[in-house]
């Protein structure tokens, strides 16, 4: 899945977006397969804390092209 994410140029890609019905995700702030190190892989991931602050971001997605749009996201999550 790291593969396909860096091919796409993305920083995060869940395993329903390319075809695989399961709770796993990889992400890598930078974007950059060099940077391997900063690499996540979470399995069964599940929020148990979220902050009240939020930001807005201009973001998109892997699976529509050339689609973005503000999400907001709390400031940080456990």
Known sequence: MLLVMYAAEGVGLAAPQVG???RLMVYNESGDRKKWLSEVIMVNPKIVEFSDAT?????GCLSFP???GDVQRSKWIK
Request: glycine share 0%; no cysteine; proline share 0%.
């Open 55 to 59: 930001d807005v971001e201009n973001e």
């Open 66 to 68: 050339d689609m973005n």
């Open 20 to 22: 695989i019905n399961k």
